[in-house]
């Protein structure tokens, strides 16, 4: 059974990076095809991707936050962890990790989610 | 890049087909595949179908998704009242893009 729990402060001030982890359980961070990515709710409003990384450790990024995320994980402690830098107030919001797959379609490889975790909250406020 | 674009609500009774929509406005989208998400009010969000039709194991299949060009469409046939909740697209299209979302309200 796939889970995946995310954990972190729930309150930073203004510039301060932030480190929010996801710990999976039910399946490995170096499966074929598979990987995690982070996805962000703010109150009211819609979700918006933030980025991925894949079983071989490639990242992808929403240019939207530039350059301000690094996806990193440990593999053995079986951690994905989401770093934001020099947060803002817009950076308010519930994160989400989720275990990704991938459909292939017009000669390319497209992620979907078919996990989630069950979010935390997170408030930039000074 | 802007978010895919979903009405904001939708309603039916109990029994009747829903019909949500997705538009993209790109040649991406329109070769993309389309994935749908559920959130029930106060949960995570929940795959509902991948591939622009395919359901995972568990979705009903009163849950169908289809695609005509830039336009993807979620179809709920005989709405419950369980099925109240947002209902999200995503697509890649250089980036992954989420649509804005739609309520469903079932009256």
């Known amino acids: 059974q796939i889970t995946l729990k995310e954990s972190g402060p729930t309150s930073v001030r203004p510039t301060q990076t932030v480190t929010l982890t996801c710990t999976v359980s039910?399946?490995?961070?170096?499966?074929?095809?598979?990987?995690v990515a982070w996805i962000r709710q703010p109150p009211g409003k819609a979700l918006e991707w933030l980025g991925l990384?894949?079983?071989?450790?490639?990242?992808r990024y929403s240019s939207s936050l530039r350059g301000r995320l690094t996806i990193t994980r440990d593999t053995p402690a079986r951690r994905v962890m989401l770093i934001i830098t020099k947060v803002i107030p817009a950076d308010t919001a519930t994160y989400y990790c989720?275990?990704?797959?991938?459909?292939?379609?017009?000669?390319?490889?497209?992620?979907?989610?078919?996990?989630w975790g069950q979010g935390t909250p997170l408030t930039v406020s000074s | 890049q802007s978010a895919l674009t979903q009405p904001p609500s939708a309603s039916g009774t109990p029994g009747q087909r829903v019909t949500i929509s997705c538009s993209g406005g790109?040649?991406?989208?329109?070769?993309?595949?389309v994935s749908w998400y559920r959130q029930l009010p106060g949960e995570a969000p929940k795959l509902l179908i991948h591939?622009?039709?395919q359901r995972p194991s568990g979705v009903p299949d009163r849950f169908s998704g289809s695609k005509s060009g830039t336009s993807a469409s979620l179809t709920i046939s005989g709405i419950r009242y369980e099925d109240e909740a947002d209902y999200f697209c995503?697509?890649?299209?250089?980036?992954?893009?989420f649509g804005g979302g739609t309520k469903l309200t079932v009256l």
């Open positions: 989720a275990h990704l797959l991938r459909d292939y379609s017009s000669g390319a490889y497209h992620p979907y989610f078919d996990y």
């Open positions: 039910g399946f490995s961070l170096t499966t074929s095809g598979g990987g």
């Open positions: 990384m894949y079983w071989r450790e490639d990242r």
């Open positions: 790109t040649s991406n989208f329109a070769i993309n595949p």
């Open positions: 591939n622009t039709d």
């Open positions: 995503a697509a890649w299209d250089d980036t992954l893009l």
